[in-house]
């Protein structure tokens, strides 16, 4: 069997010419055997198919023999998702707001949005354990927009209530780039009355590389709506000159792992000091991830960063909390988004 499906693979790993064009597939394959694994059709396919979406998850272009734990991950799964289509309808998720601020006068600047899923049985749940399968079931699109909407809508209540005119960040998944995408962004922003300016949307670099003219034409769309844009994880995508000065990017978010070891690793050092100039060459604002000692702080403002996010100053907090923090007198807002009775 292996065999079988190693020729398959094989023979599919060459080009076929449509319509004078080379076209390029891959292929994942799920096994399930007689009689180990089931005794009917019925079942060997069910079996099959799990270990199919297996080999697809470590990457595609692979065969997957079924092992019987594939079940229980795969009912987890199912789970999962049907919880979160309901959790969807009934509110169940949440947004946390982490603030971003100025390493120049120590003034938030911004905030990003990022989901909580408050779980009915698991409780509070981080992005990680339910982003992944709403992109693998196409629910991503609908928790996109659920979350934008509610960041929106939240920023929009800060200026009526405070008069603080505070941008907020909020994240995009690779399966959310599309024609759909710029048309549901111009929505949510008439309906929660946000002016474009003050939503800004980050998209991971390895996502651009990987969809490049696409993805192009959708963020220069997103642009002409009046939004800002964002490269989120940057330095771990491979980007290069030419592909980057192509983007309409605001804002280079330099990732947490570089960050993580300062000043312990001389390379890490080099890397930031390299995207500090390559930004700011490019007219981008540099935003610095996960930033949690004041070694990381020190270093980051000595060397040109202009933003810092991450545990040192705060962990992501609900809005209420965040409210509180924009109107301390300890903690102001920078005086580049001025109160709005000041405007």
Not at 29 to 46: E, W
Not at 117 to 126: A, F, N, S, V
Not at 310 to 325: C, Q, T, V
């Amino acid at each position: 069997v292996p065999e079988v499906a190693q020729r398959i693979l094989k023979t599919l790993d060459r080009p076929f010419d449509v319509a004078g064009r080379e076209v390029f597939l891959g292929a994942s394959i799920g096994i399930s055997m007689y009689p180990q694994d089931g005794h009917d059709v019925t079942a060997l396919m069910k079996y099959a198919d799990v270990a199919m979406f297996q080999a697809k998850k470590d990457g595609g272009n692979r065969h997957q023999f079924y092992l019987a734990d594939m079940t229980v991950a795969a009912n987890q799964r199912l789970a999962l998702e049907t919880d979160i289509r309901r959790s969807l309808e009934s509110d169940d998720f949440i947004v946390h707001y982490q603030p971003q601020v100025s390493l120049e006068n120590d003034c938030i600047v911004g905030v990003e949005a990022l989901a909580r899923w408050q779980h009915p049985q698991h409780g509070m749940l981080p992005p990680n354990m339910f982003i992944p399968v709403a992109e693998e079931s196409g629910l991503i699109e609908a928790l996109g927009d659920w979350v934008m909407h509610a960041a929106c809508k939240q920023a929009r209540e800060w200026q009526e209530t405070t008069g603080i005119l505070i941008p907020v960040a909020v994240n995009l998944s690779g399966h959310q780039i599309s024609d759909r995408l710029v048309q549901s962004v111009g929505n949510i922003l008439e309906k929660t009355g946000l002016e474009p300016r003050y939503l800004e949307l980050e998209i991971t670099e390895s996502c651009i590389m990987s969809h490049t003219d696409e993805t192009i034409d959708c963020l220069q769309r997103l642009r002409r709506l009046g939004v800002k844009m964002a490269i989120d994880d940057f330095g771990t995508g491979y980007s290069s000159m030419s592909q980057l000065k192509r983007l309409p990017i605001d804002k280079l978010k330099i990732d947490r792992s570089f960050v993580r070891d300062v000043p312990q690793d001389s390379n890490d050092m080099e890397i930031i000091k390299a995207i500090i100039a390559l930004g700011h060459a490019l007219d981008m604002t540099i935003i610095a991830e996960g930033v949690e000692t004041a070694e990381q702080r020190i270093f980051l403002a000595r060397h040109g960063c202009d933003v810092m996010q991450g545990y040192l100053f705060s962990r992501p907090e609900p809005a209420a909390k965040i409210e509180a923090l924009l109107l301390s007198e300890s903690c102001p807002v920078s005086y580049t988004h001025l109160r709005a009775h000041e405007t």
